[in-house]
């Protein structure tokens, strides 16, 4: 079953980034299991996965994110606060247990997959950043939350606008291996919000898209 195509547009209409959340209304389990499951279908170079997301509905942890987000209520008064974190590098024992994992969900003798490890090594190493090629991973997982969450009328804002350092450290992010990134607060509009209804700039088809 597909979702008809006026749907698919409608929706992305609909949304818009949230600049205020009403902080009553919470998203019901069913709709965050099929968020998650959005999250975790996300496509990566790879395959390799390269992130973790925190979903934050802690009010105790919420409550701290304003002062870390440039003042910004979202993280506060939405439903579930996701944040994207990166890993810093992609060493051998991540790729031998991707590689492990790979062969095990696939029912494939360990080893199957050795030319495939060999050829990741050295695309790995000849990256000059591993976390930034992480980072590039994890806009793609945020693009994809936000377009699920459209199509089943869950709003949301994307949010750089906050401190990375200070998510690290609230978060306890601190020798995990792994740095935030980028936020996504999710929840339902409050209807005070009047950018709600401000028209969406977007530039003309003709000015973005070329057809070959
Ligand atoms: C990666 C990224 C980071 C953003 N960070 C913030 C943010 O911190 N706060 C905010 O209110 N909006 C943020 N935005 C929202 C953009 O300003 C918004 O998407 C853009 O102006 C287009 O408007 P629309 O999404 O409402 O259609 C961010 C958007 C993206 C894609």
Same mark, same amino acid.
Request: glycine share 6%; charged share 20%.
């Given at each position: ?51 973790? &997301?925190?979903?934050?509905? !802690?009010?105790? #942890?919420? *409550? ?5 987000? $440039? /003042?910004?209520? @979202? ?40 030319? &495939?490890?060999?050829?990741? !090594?050295?695309? #790995?190493? *000849? ?5 930034? $090629? /992480?980072?590039? @991973? ?75």
């Amino acid at each position: 079953m597909s979702i008809p195509a006026d749907t698919v547009v409608s929706q992305l209409q609909w949304r818009y980034a949230v600049k205020k959340f009403d902080s009553t209304k919470k998203i019901d389990a069913p709709t965050w299991q099929a968020l998650e499951q959005a999250l975790i279908l996300s496509p990566s170079s790879y395959g390799l996965q390269p992130w973790r &997301f925190l979903v934050v509905t !802690a009010a105790d #942890v919420k *409550s701290q994110m304003p002062a870390l987000s $440039w /003042n910004q209520t @979202q993280p506060q008064d939405c439903s579930h606060m996701v944040v994207f974190t990166a890993r810093e590098n992609l060493d051998a024992a991540y790729l031998d247990n991707y590689i492990a994992y790979t062969e095990s969900s696939r029912g494939l003798a360990p080893g199957t997959l050795a030319g &495939f490890r060999k050829m990741l !090594a050295s695309s #790995v190493e *000849s990256m000059h950043s591993h976390f930034d $090629w /992480n980072c590039r @991973q994890v806009y793609i997982a945020l693009g994809q939350l936000m377009a699920a969450a459209a199509m089943v009328g869950v709003d949301s804002c994307p949010m750089e606008g906050i401190s990375a350092e200070g998510y690290d450290k609230l978060l306890g992010l601190s020798g995990s291996g792994y740095r935030t990134v980028v936020g996504c607060a999710l929840g339902y509009r409050d209807p005070s919000d009047a950018y709600a209804s401000a028209k969406k700039v977007r530039f003309a088809t003709e000015m973005v898209l070329q057809r070959v």
